[in-house]
Nanobody, 125 residues
Framework: QVQLVESGGGLVQAGGSLRLSCAAS????????MGWFRQAPGKERDFVGT???????YYTNSVKGRFTISRDNPKNTVYLQMNSLEPEDTAVYYC???????????????????WGQGTQVTVSS
């Protein structure tokens, strides 16, 4: 069983920055492909980005150039650095883990095995 705990959400003005963290339990974090998703009120959960074991990343178009995913394997933690935030980024952000020995990123939520509880990000205009 893998437990994921997100932190770092909050209220920020448009143009500001936040860094979300996702701490994972388990001894094989380096074997997880990690993903970030978000869900705005009244909308479906959307893919934000993913990072593979080797650190390869892929992002949805709306966040490219503004968001960066990184991972610290010894700390069992993945990060989502969000810059130039816009009101449209307001959502609950979730991290997800897929135990996967390959080096492939995944964009569908259904591909992930474990989810965190989410952290609220609110961007004011």
């Amino acid at each position: 069983q893998v437990q994921l705990v997100e932190s770092g959400g909050g209220l920020v003005q448009a143009g500001g920055s936040l860094r979300l963290s996702c701490a994972a339990s388990g001894r094989t974090f380096s074997n997880y492909t990690m993903g970030w998703f978000r869900q705005a009120p009244g909308k479906e959960r959307d893919f934000v980005g993913t990072i593979t074991r080797s650190g390869w990343t892929y992002y949805t178009n709306s966040v490219k150039g503004r968001f960066t995913i990184s991972r610290d394997n010894p700390k069992n933690t993945v990060y989502l650095q969000m810059n130039s935030l816009e009101p449209e980024d307001t959502a609950v952000y979730y991290c997800a883990a897929k135990i996967y020995s390959g080096n492939v990123g995944f964009v569908r939520g259904q591909d992930y095995n474990y989810w965190g509880q989410g952290t609220q990000v609110t961007v004011s205009s």
